[in-house]
């Protein structure tokens, strides 16, 4: 690991909005500096199409990272629910926050354990390693070793990163309002409420040893999975330590041959079909580093519990009818069920059913195939594009879904998008029509 990645973590809400300042200006120039070659070359671009370029992603990707928290954290769910909508380069760019993030310095490291555990903190421990062996928004993670020998990974997090959760939001939407991309009239206030509540969940360490303890408890007993258990007496309100959970990263699954690629998506698909529909009760983050996988039993590690959250019964509802309305490939009952779950508003429908209709007929054709679901077969993505184009154009029938379905879609979409890079084939129609029988 190079000095480089080491960067102090601004705690001071002052110095946090000065580096979105920082942000703010090298997007601007950035957006200066590419009109003008555009309009060089006669071309007349559109304001979303200076902003939304490789160069300003750069930017906006190092800034982020060095910040971390829930600036960051914002960044992370953007390039995770883009899917295939936004530019592949942008996408690719965002996708780095995924996997990178600065790690604080000793000095810093040693400041918060102190807080923690007291100065003789050391003591507790066999071994600590300072360098940390994973950065991610909210915190790193170190490899430590009891006296008893019990291996363990402790999470420490960022100082300042708590208390500038509500801040560090209001200063990102006040960023986005600016870039005008988003209409005057849509209303995210209730979506910016929530990404806070979240992020403060997420920032509370014994809430996430609580979850992992319960969703450990709903797997108890099964093959095929592994959760850390916390040690209750190292935890803390900024320290998370748990057992170390030895797997290789999720993405190298993709080098397995691919009778195990597909066993271990199976496997991860019918947890989410679980979650949704007999547990009501859901982790809602599908950040690829949230699995690892071991390729001699092909067991999976689930990790990272802060997103853990209750599924609202209306939501559970809701998709039971979207799911049956698409395996019986009824339109008019899918169109009434993407309402009801709350993917499309009643104005969007009026004003554009026959693009709506044309986008419903394109995955039904793709689902409906007999035999197993190929998730490496784009060729739908471009027609529904070429239908969609009407309705995006349309700022007027803009519409933010539900908080509660925002959040079980983005867990579902992660998931076949790591199925995607996979290249998966699972009996997906028989596996949706299993779950939705046993729907609580």
Not at 81 to 92: C, K, Q
Not at 105 to 112: A, G, K, N, R, T
Not at 380 to 398: K, M, Q, S, Y
Request: charged share 25%; aromatic share 6%.
């Amino acid at each position: 690991m190079s000095e480089a990645t080491y960067r102090r973590v601004p705690t001071a809400r002052l110095s946090r909005f000065l580096s979105l300042g920082q942000m703010a200006g090298g997007v601007a120039g950035g957006v200066l500096a590419e009109g003008a070659r555009r309009l060089s070359r006669g071309e007349r671009p559109q304001l979303s199409d200076l902003i939304l370029t490789p160069a300003n992603a750069r930017r906006v990707t190092e800034q982020l990272s060095r910040m971390r928290g829930a600036a960051m954290k914002l960044g992370q769910m953007i390039s995770m629910d883009a899917g295939d909508v936004l530019p592949p380069e942008l996408t690719a760019i965002l996708s780095k926050l995924r996997e990178s993030a600065h790690r604080m310095p000793p000095s810093q490291l040693d400041s918060v354990l102190r807080a923690e555990w007291g100065k003789d903190w050391r003591r507790r421990f066999e071994r600590f390693d300072a360098t940390p062996m994973a950065a991610a928004s909210i915190g790193q993670v170190h490899r430590a070793t009891l006296p008893g020998g019990r291996a363990l990974a402790v999470k420490v997090q960022y100082p300042g990163v708590a208390a500038s959760i509500d801040a560090d939001v209001d200063n990102v939407a006040s960023l986005l309002g600016m870039t005008g991309l988003l209409p005057e009239a849509l209303d995210i206030a209730p979506l910016l409420e929530e990404a806070k509540r979240q992020l403060h969940e997420e920032a509370d360490y014994r809430r996430e040893a609580e979850q992992m303890k319960r969703y450990a408890g709903l797997l108890e007993g099964e093959t095929g999975f592994a959760i850390p258990r916390p040690v209750d007496d190292l935890c803390g309100d900024a320290i998370l330590a748990m057992d170390y959970m030895p797997g290789q990263p999720i993405e190298t699954l993709r080098e397995a041959p691919q009778a195990m690629r597909h066993t271990v998506m199976e496997r991860l698909f019918g947890l989410v079909l679980r979650e949704l529909f007999s547990f009501g009760y859901m982790q809602t983050d599908p950040n690829f580093a949230n699995y690892r996988w071991r390729p001699d039993s092909g067991e999976i590690v689930l990790l990272d519990f802060g997103a853990a959250r209750a599924v609202e019964e209306r939501t559970v509802a809701a998709y039971r009818q979207l799911m049956a309305a698409g395996l019986s490939e009824d339109r008019d009952a899918l169109r009434a069920s993407l309402v009801e779950v709350g993917f499309v508003a009643p104005q969007t429908i009026e004003r554009h059913g026959a693009a709506l209709d044309a986008m419903i007929d394109v995955m039904m054709n793709h689902l409906g195939r007999p035999g197993l679901f190929d998730f490496s077969d784009r060729a739908f993505v471009e027609p529904l594009r070429r239908h969609g184009r009407t309705i995006a154009a349309d700022r007027a029938a803009w519409h933010i879904p539900p908080i509660d379905t925002l959040f079980v879609q983005r867990k579902i979409s992660g998931t076949a998008l790591l199925a995607i890079r996979m290249e998966a084939k699972l009996p997906l129609r028989d596996m949706v029509a299993e779950a939705i029988r046993h729907a609580r």
